[in-house]
């Protein structure tokens, strides 16, 4: 064999050797790292085993000495005669028969499943983990619930809500009377803390008036008496009659004339017109605009009397009838009252019968 061959061959024998002793270096790491208590990578430092490495990293986690892993006494195999390598062959140079590379040791059965834990993929799990920490969402608590726990009546009190239907009855019962369809409504914002009371008494107040915002009273008269004012709403749903065009002053009103509209009088003037037969007839007073709500001041009612007409006043008594003339003071229509000056000046209320005839009761 040539000189070239031989350096050839030696040139590739030293590369072959330091490639078997890193790979048992690296085997033996991560044994160690995986065989390690605590999970800690162990890596053996010079001239050391890994059994070594590794009994001094559990000591350390557990605080107690590391024993001597090698009990027999004897040195611990260099990196390189472990690869398989001739250290005599080395140091003399000469060609030595090329040592077949030995296989590996199977790993353990617990070493193989601790590396495919290890190298297994981490997120999967931690969002299992994750969902399995977070706790089960608690369900909210209704409207409904939390509403009725804020407004429960403390043992003693007066419930709120029996002084409001008290109160919402006894309107109800004093709008039946009024034309088209009333509707009466109570807020229920009023002071709390009232004595509980077995006897409510609702009033209207003085002053106010069963139409449109108004006032509605709720007393206790019992060992604990209390008052309390209620805010109150009263509608009243009807036609009332516009004109449906314009109407110039002294023009008299025929059906046509109106126009039928439907809406909440309380919102609209006192003397506003829902019959159509008080307007029919009448005479306006002054130029009405179209679409304006008619109301009776507007008009002059063919059985009227007006402010400064001369009316003939008549008195009837059983067997006798009185009769004189006089000056009216105010509009007024048949049925109403209106005073009447007479001639000797003495003031008088009568009864419009037509447009030219009031009457005096006795």
């Excluded at 107040?205 to 604990?224: F, I």
Aim: charged share 15%; net charge positive; hydrophobic share 50%.
């Amino acid at each position: 064999m040539t000189g070239s061959a031989l350096r050839s061959d030696n040139g590739r024998r030293p590369h072959a050797r330091l490639a078997f002793a890193l790979a048992a270096a690296l085997w033996a790491c991560a044994a160690t790292a995986l065989a390690a208590d605590d999970g800690m990578i162990v890596i053996p430092g010079r001239g050391e085993s890994a059994e070594t490495a590794l009994a001094n990293a559990n000591a350390a986690g557990t605080g107690r000495p590391a024993g001597n892993p090698n009990p027999g006494g004897m040195p611990a195999t260099n990196a390189v005669e472990a690869a398989g390598a001739n250290p005599a062959a080395i140091a003399g140079g000469m060609p030595a028969a090329r040592p077949q590379a030995p296989l590996p040791a199977p790993a353990p059965a617990g070493l193989a499943a601790a590396m495919r834990t290890a190298l297994a993929p981490r997120q999967p799990a931690w969002r299992a983990n994750t969902a399995a920490a977070a706790p089960a969402a608690r369900p909210l608590p209704a409207a409904g619930a939390s509403a009725a726990a804020a407004v429960a009546t403390p043992p003693g009190q007066q419930d709120p809500d029996t002084i409001r239907r008290t109160a919402l009855a006894f309107l109800q019962q004093q709008i039946a009377g009024l034309p088209g369809k009333p509707a009466a409504s109570v807020a229920s914002s009023f002071p709390r803390g009232l004595a509980a009371c077995t006897t409510l008494e609702p009033f209207l107040p003085t002053g106010a008036r069963l139409w449109g915002r108004t006032t509605v009273g709720v007393r206790c008269a019992g060992e604990r008496p209390w008052t309390v004012y209620l805010q109150a709403k009263v509608t009243v749903q009807a036609t009332y009659y516009a004109a449906a065009r314009q109407i110039a002053p002294g023009e008299v009103l025929t059906a046509a004339d109106l126009v039928a509209r439907d809406g909440d009088l309380t919102l609209l003037p006192l003397a506003v017109i829902t019959d159509p037969s008080q307007a029919v007839g009448s005479t306006a007073l002054a130029r009405v605009a179209a679409g304006l709500p008619l109301r009776q001041d507007m008009l002059k009612s063919a059985a009227s009397v007006s402010a400064g007409q001369t009316v003939r006043v008549v008195a009837a008594g059983p067997g006798f009838t009185i009769s004189a003339e006089g000056s009216a003071l105010a509009n007024a229509a048949p049925g109403q009252s209106v005073r009447v000056r007479m001639a000797a000046g003495q003031i008088v209320t009568a009864i419009v019968k037509d447009a030219g005839t009031v009457e005096i009761p006795l």
